[in-house]
């Protein structure tokens, strides 16, 4: 069984590659900068196993955030406000 292939919507440098309200949203949440600035830390230094979980933890978030939108789907105040970055 073929795994999916999400898109990648971080380049290699760190830079997030939004294409929805959701996803600007998120990227400019704390968290999501924090994830960023930890993605550099560990691939400036060599960390790359490290880097590739922040990097993939990333990609997942903005995925979500992207479907969303492509969803249209309405959220009522009890869901949670969309995908948070761990």
């Given amino acids: ?3 999916k292939i999400e898109p990648r919507w971080m380049t290699d440098d760190g830079e997030l590659i ?3 309200k959701n996803q600007s ?3 400019e949440t704390s968290a999501a900068k924090t994830a960023q ?3 550099r830390l560990f691939r400036s230094e060599g ?3 490290k ?3 922040y990097m993939q933890n990333i990609n997942h978030a903005m ?5 969303q939108d492509a969803s ?4 009522t105040p009890s869901e949670i406000q969309g995908p948070r970055l761990i």
Avoid at 63 to 67: K, S
Avoid at 72 to 75: L, T
């Fill in 51 to 53: 880097a590739q979980e």
């Fill in 25 to 27: 949203t998120l990227s």
């Fill in 47 to 49: 960390n790359l196993a």
């Fill in 1 to 3: 069984m073929q795994r």
């Fill in 63 to 67: 995925q979500i955030a992207y479907e």
């Fill in 37 to 39: 600035n930890m993605y």
């Fill in 18 to 20: 939004v294409r929805s």
């Fill in 72 to 75: 249209g789907k309405c959220r």
